[in-house]
């Protein structure tokens, strides 16, 4: 009755050096692994152990959790949540169109580009004969 010896050993905090601590949030961002997975590999006992090295050296915004809800497939739409949904996706359309807008006339302006085509320019003399 032998214990197994391949048992992952404890860390205890003394020994996260930084050299340490960079390699395991470098694999993470890098979506080598999960943060969790590198717990269970590297025997970190701390449940936020690693989620802190991310937040203080990593480079990603790991300072709020994003949480990404899938729309349940059993759950239809009323008619009236969709009009509501659809009325907000048009407003943001419309704002985005403003903006847009703004930005191709404020650059019209400061570096004299003519991003818009004129539709209702003169036509050519030759585009008037082919017409008759």
Do not use: C
């Amino acid at each position: 009755m032998g214990t197994s010896t391949k048992s992952k050993k404890r860390r205890s905090q003394r020994d996260y050096n930084m050299g340490f601590k960079l390699a395991v949030v470098s694999q993470v961002e890098k979506g080598e692994m999960t943060y969790k997975q590198a717990q269970r590999l590297y025997g970190i006992q701390g449940r936020s152990t690693v989620l802190v090295w991310l937040r203080k050296h990593g480079n990603l915004d790991w300072s709020k959790p994003q949480i990404h809800f899938m729309p349940s497939p059993k759950r239809k739409e009323t008619p009236a949540q969709k009009i509501k949904r659809l009325e907000k996706e048009l407003a943001d359309e419309r704002i985005r169109n403003k903006i847009l807008n703004t930005m191709i006339d404020i650059s019209d302006q400061q570096y004299g580009t003519a991003i818009r085509k004129k539709y209702l320019t003169k036509q050519s003399e030759n585009s008037k004969k082919k017409g008759k």
